[in-house]
Structure formats: structure tokens, C-alpha cells
């Protein structure tokens, strides 16, 4: 260990975003960067644990603790502090497929466990991770590796979001012939369509990483969805094993008094038609719904209506609010959220900050939910219909929510977008293959073993785990790849 008081002696320092009130008038990112010997300081920082909960990736309290891909953070915060940038990077590569998605979109659960950060600011462990692999790529240590043999062993991955991606890569290590399908016309997933350009850059970024893994011998397959596009029986005779990281994407609806009326869509569909017109046409070719001049209201919170909220105000909205239906988070850890839990403590994220520099205020409304929608004469939203509530424990001590009488309100809304979440993979490809289901509707394959009830077929990321985190995907992809190695060894 390089700085043994480097805690002690130095404050956490992150790079400075870009002013909101700039930034929102493109789509480029907005995170900028340290000075290389900043940079090195805040390596310092890590104080080398005895039992470092940073990489410990276990699941506390219904939340993840430390890092799902057990990242050897330790190890390379000292080398970064030492100025061994190439050996830093080796072992971020050890675990990591994708430290340039992490670095970027990653909520670092890893942080939330940092031993520094029982009575200091934690280390800057997602800022140093992003550092490592930024400088990388400048520096040209980042090059196409293909296996240096091949087996006689094909197999396809069906989706090609983080988990996709990270499991096509294990297996092309492995020596496998890989090829991975995706129904829309460009690989990513979620990692494309789902998080906006200013979070992570498509071409700079995301398509980078894709052509990376295209000369290292995977073999991409786009606009084909498996089991409409291409018959699951011609999948399962071409190929030895699949391995499905389709992902999940079911999202959650509002079933109240018009739901069904103009002006009322899923964010996730608001935000891949905005990416794609944004690549295609640069916005030009309209095939998006625009929030210029328009009252915008986002219910739910959580990543997904963050993003909505800054797109919109890209687009030039008129208003932007966001409904939550939790309460607002304390500012700090309350007695029964302890260290090494996540914090659940109120932030105030990109999209927010924002609106804030816009509006003068943080768009989000807590402990509020939408009772009905009302449209126009021609059937267009025009407002939304909300109470507040409470949430108070019922006789088993399950908290419940209760309306508050008196509190009801009407919003202007000429566009409201659903961000609640997502409910579990699609059923077409599922059914085809005769999976089982685990009770919340995901693809049934135990963690550790990724096997469905279909001897060649694993499942692998959302699709098996539900909705969750970048980072888990990219650990699940990866667990899937061995596992499925295994499976083909022996067979």
C-alpha cells in the first residue's frame, strides 16, 4: 500500500460537470475529467481494508453492497496512486468486460460500501475505474485480442445488451464461435437505446467497444428477432448451446382512467425513438415524440425518469414534473440503513440538477399518485388527477399506502411518459422454447448454474434476475459464459 494516511490527508475530489444550463443544449456527454496527478490522489485515498466490502457484491437489504463483478478496487486505486496506469488496468480487466459502461452509468454500489465512507466522503472509486479505461484507450493499450485457437463449438446469444455483450466475450475467449442476434438495427441494448447519449456516448463509447469485439471474431447479427425473425427450431439445430440475455423488457403500466389516451407512452419508448433519431438523422427526420413547448409529467422515479426528464428539457419543454410515489430520502443514513447497506439518501441527479437550473426547483413530487388522466375534446392528454399519500404499516407491519384527504390536485400535462419500471422478459421467445418461469415471470435458471430447464439453453441478466443494474448484467453474462463453457466441455 503506497499512502497509508492517503485517507487522512486528502479530501474526495470528482471532476466538475459541465454547467447544466450549458450542457442541456446538446446531447453530448457531460462528466469532464481530472488532472492526471488529482487523478492519482484520489487513489490514495483508499486505505487497503482489512476486509475491503467494496468488491464484496452481496445483496443487503433488497440492494446491492459493494460490487457484483467483485472488482479488485484496492489493487488498482494504489496502482493508479503509483502512476501505473497499464497495471491498473490489467487488473480492472480481470474482472470488468466494460469499465468504460460502469465508469459512466453504474450507481457504484461499490462506493456505498466504502469502509472510508463510515465517517468521510468514500473514495472516488467509479471516477478512477472511469480514469482507467479512458486513459487506455487514449494511450492505444486497448486492442483487439482474438483467441489464439477456436473450438468446433457454435453458440448464439440472443440479445445484445451488457449481459450479451460480456457473456459473447467470455465465450469468444473461450475459443467459441459466437454470434449474437438483436432485433433492433444496432447492437447495444439498453446500453444503445436505453440510456441517453449525454449519460454514454453511442458511437464514441457503446459502437466502439462493439467493433472492438467484431475484430476479435464475434460475429453480430441485427434487425432479427429470434423466434419471429428467425424459428427457434432453425436456433437450436444451427447451434450447440444459446444463451438468452434478452433482458426485461415488459414495462410496468398505469391502469387508471385514461391510460389510453394520446400523449401517454412508455418512457423506454419516448427514449429509444429520441436515441435513434438522434444517430439517424440528428433529430431531423421527426420519427421521435418531441417535449418542445410542452407541459411534461414522468411518473416514477429511479434512473429511467432522470433521463426523461433530461431529455425533455433537450427538447425544450415548456414544464417538466416527475411524480414519485416514495417518500423524499433523508439526507443522510437513518439508523436503519447502516453501513454497509446502499445509502438510501436523497441525491440530486443529472436530469434534476437541471430542471433546478432551469425551473428553480427540483421537478420531483414525493408520496404523490395519479388517481386518473383527463384528454381534450380530439382525445390528447391535457392534465393529470393526483393525491398525496402516506405510507403507514398495516397489521402484519407491511407498509401500505393511504391517501390524504384534501390534497388533491390537477397538473398540466400535454405529454406524460411511464417510468415504473419493468415487469419481466417478453413472452414470444419464451414460450417457443417451453422455459419455465421463476414466480415473478423471469426465465427459471438457478444463479451459479444459469441452465433452464432446456438442456443447452441458459439464461443470463434481466431476463433471468428481473430488472436490475448494468453491473449485475455484465457479472451474470460473464457467470453464463463459464457455465455454458463447462456445458460444452462436457459435452
Same mark, same amino acid.
Given at each position: 500500500m503506497g499512502k497509508s494516511t492517503g485517507f487522512l490527508e486528502y479530501t474526495r475530489e470528482v471532476p466538475m460537470d459541465r454547467a447544466p444550463l450549458e450542457r442541456i443544449k446538446d446531447w453530448q456527454e457531460f462528466h469532464l475529467e481530472l488532472p492526471e496527478e488529482v487523478q492519482q490522489i484520489q487513489g490514495a485515498r483508499c486505505m487497503d481494508c482489512g476486509v475491503p466490502y467494496c468488491h464484496s457484491g452481496i445483496m443487503l437489504a433488497g440492494a446491492a453492497s459493494g460490487c457484483p463483478l467483485h472488482n479488485l478496487i484496492p489493487e488498482w486505486n494504489d496502482l493508479i496512486y503509483k502512476g501505473l496506469w497499464q497495471e491498473a488496468l490489467a487488473r480492472l480487466l480481470k474482472t470488468n468486460n466494460f469499465p468504460e459502461f460502469t465508469g459512466r452509468v453504474c450507481p457504484a454500489p461499490c462506493e456505498g460500501a466504502c469502509t472510508v465512507g463510515l465517517n468521510q466522503p468514500q473514495v472516488t472509486i467509479k471516477t478512477n475505474e472511469c480514469a482507467i479505461i479512458d486513459r487506455a484507450f487514449k494511450e492505444g493499450w486497448i486492442t483487439p485480442n482474438p483467441p489464439k485457437s477456436r473450438t468446433d463449438k457454435k453458440v448464439a446469444v440472443v440479445g445484445s445488451g451488457p449481459a450479451g455483450l460480456a457473456c459473447a466475450a467470455e465465450l469468444n475467449k473461450a475459443g467459441h464461435l459466437v454470434t449474437v442476434y438483436e432485433r433492433a438495427d444496432r447492437i447495444g441494448g439498453l446500453l444503445m437505446y436505453g440510456i441517453p447519449n449525454m449519460k454514454l456516448d453511442k458511437i464514441g463509447v457503446v459502437q466502439r467497444r462493439v467493433d472492438l469485439m467484431k475484430a476479435e471474431g464475434i460475429t453480430f447479427v441485427t434487425n432479427t428477432e429470434v423466434g419471429k425473425d428467425y424459428p427457434v427450431a432453425a436456433l437450436q439445430a444451427d447451434y450447440d448451446a444459446i444463451v438468452l440475455c434478452g433482458g426485461a423488457t415488459k414495462p410496468r403500466d398505469l391502469p387508471v382512467e385514461g391510460r389510453k389516451l394520446a400523449g401517454v407512452q412508455f418512457a423506454i419508448d419516448f427514449l429509444s425513438a429520441n436515441t435513434k433519431s438522434l444517430l439517424d438523422s440528428n433529430l431531423t427526420d421527426g420519427q421521435f415524440t418531441s417535449a418542445k413547448d410542452k407541459n411534461v409529467v414522468i411518473i416514477g422515479g429511479g434512473d429511467t425518469g432522470t433521463d426523461c426528464v433530461g431529455t425533455s428539457i433537450r427538447h425544450g419543454c415548456k414544464s417538466v414534473i416527475q411524480l414519485e410515489i416514495m417518500p423524499k430520502p433523508p439526507l443522510d443514513r437513518t439508523a436503519n440503513n447502516p453501513w454497509p447497506e446502499w445509502p438510501k439518501t436523497y441525491k440530486l441527479d443529472y436530469g434534476q440538477e437541471e430542471a433546478q437550473a432551469l425551473y428553480g426547483d427540483d421537478p420531483r413530487r414525493y408520496c404523490t399518485t395519479t388517481k386518473k388522466m383527463v384528454g381534450d375534446a380530439?382525445?390528447?392528454?391535457?392534465?393529470?388527477?393526483?393525491?398525496?399519500?402516506?405510507?403507514?404499516?398495516?397489521?402484519?407491519?407491511?407498509?401500505?399506502?393511504?391517501?390524504?384527504?384534501?390534497?388533491?390536485?390537477? *397538473?398540466?400535462?400535454? *405529454?406524460? $411518459? $411511464?417510468?415504473?419500471?419493468? $415487469?419481466?422478459?417478453?413472452?414470444?421467445?419464451?414460450?417457443? *422454447?417451453? *422455459?419455465?418461469?421463476?414466480?415473478?415471470?423471469?426465465?427459471?435458471?438457478? /444463479?451459479?448454474? /444459469?441452465?433452464?430447464?432446456?438442456?443447452?439453453?441458459?439464461?443470463?441478466?434481466?431476463?433471468?434476475?428481473?430488472?436490475?443494474?448494468?453491473?449485475?448484467?455484465?457479472?451474470?453474462?460473464?457467470?453464463?459464459?463459464?457455465?455454458?463453457?463447462? /456445458? $460444452?466441455?462436457?459435452?
Amino acid at each position: 500500500m503506497g499512502k497509508s494516511t492517503g485517507f487522512l490527508e486528502y479530501t474526495r475530489e470528482v471532476p466538475m460537470d459541465r454547467a447544466p444550463l450549458e450542457r442541456i443544449k446538446d446531447w453530448q456527454e457531460f462528466h469532464l475529467e481530472l488532472p492526471e496527478e488529482v487523478q492519482q490522489i484520489q487513489g490514495a485515498r483508499c486505505m487497503d481494508c482489512g476486509v475491503p466490502y467494496c468488491h464484496s457484491g452481496i445483496m443487503l437489504a433488497g440492494a446491492a453492497s459493494g460490487c457484483p463483478l467483485h472488482n479488485l478496487i484496492p489493487e488498482w486505486n494504489d496502482l493508479i496512486y503509483k502512476g501505473l496506469w497499464q497495471e491498473a488496468l490489467a487488473r480492472l480487466l480481470k474482472t470488468n468486460n466494460f469499465p468504460e459502461f460502469t465508469g459512466r452509468v453504474c450507481p457504484a454500489p461499490c462506493e456505498g460500501a466504502c469502509t472510508v465512507g463510515l465517517n468521510q466522503p468514500q473514495v472516488t472509486i467509479k471516477t478512477n475505474e472511469c480514469a482507467i479505461i479512458d486513459r487506455a484507450f487514449k494511450e492505444g493499450w486497448i486492442t483487439p485480442n482474438p483467441p489464439k485457437s477456436r473450438t468446433d463449438k457454435k453458440v448464439a446469444v440472443v440479445g445484445s445488451g451488457p449481459a450479451g455483450l460480456a457473456c459473447a466475450a467470455e465465450l469468444n475467449k473461450a475459443g467459441h464461435l459466437v454470434t449474437v442476434y438483436e432485433r433492433a438495427d444496432r447492437i447495444g441494448g439498453l446500453l444503445m437505446y436505453g440510456i441517453p447519449n449525454m449519460k454514454l456516448d453511442k458511437i464514441g463509447v457503446v459502437q466502439r467497444r462493439v467493433d472492438l469485439m467484431k475484430a476479435e471474431g464475434i460475429t453480430f447479427v441485427t434487425n432479427t428477432e429470434v423466434g419471429k425473425d428467425y424459428p427457434v427450431a432453425a436456433l437450436q439445430a444451427d447451434y450447440d448451446a444459446i444463451v438468452l440475455c434478452g433482458g426485461a423488457t415488459k414495462p410496468r403500466d398505469l391502469p387508471v382512467e385514461g391510460r389510453k389516451l394520446a400523449g401517454v407512452q412508455f418512457a423506454i419508448d419516448f427514449l429509444s425513438a429520441n436515441t435513434k433519431s438522434l444517430l439517424d438523422s440528428n433529430l431531423t427526420d421527426g420519427q421521435f415524440t418531441s417535449a418542445k413547448d410542452k407541459n411534461v409529467v414522468i411518473i416514477g422515479g429511479g434512473d429511467t425518469g432522470t433521463d426523461c426528464v433530461g431529455t425533455s428539457i433537450r427538447h425544450g419543454c415548456k414544464s417538466v414534473i416527475q411524480l414519485e410515489i416514495m417518500p423524499k430520502p433523508p439526507l443522510d443514513r437513518t439508523a436503519n440503513n447502516p453501513w454497509p447497506e446502499w445509502p438510501k439518501t436523497y441525491k440530486l441527479d443529472y436530469g434534476q440538477e437541471e430542471a433546478q437550473a432551469l425551473y428553480g426547483d427540483d421537478p420531483r413530487r414525493y408520496c404523490t399518485t395519479t388517481k386518473k388522466m383527463v384528454g381534450d375534446a380530439s382525445g390528447q392528454i391535457k392534465e393529470i388527477h393526483t393525491v398525496d399519500i402516506k405510507w403507514v404499516p398495516d397489521e402484519t407491519g407491511r407498509m401500505t399506502m393511504q391517501e390524504l384527504p384534501g390534497t388533491e390536485k390537477i *397538473l398540466r400535462a400535454d *405529454l406524460v $411518459l $411511464l417510468a415504473m419500471g419493468f $415487469l419481466g422478459p417478453e413472452d414470444q421467445l419464451v414460450d417457443q *422454447l417451453g *422455459l419455465d418461469r421463476d414466480p415473478r415471470s423471469n426465465v427459471k435458471a438457478d /444463479y451459479g448454474s /444459469y441452465q433452464t430447464n432446456v438442456a443447452n439453453v441458459f439464461a443470463a441478466g434481466d431476463m433471468r434476475r428481473g430488472q436490475s443494474l448494468v453491473v449485475w448484467a455484465i457479472n451474470e453474462g460473464r457467470e453464463a459464459a463459464r457455465a455454458c463453457h463447462s /456445458y $460444452l466441455e462436457n459435452k
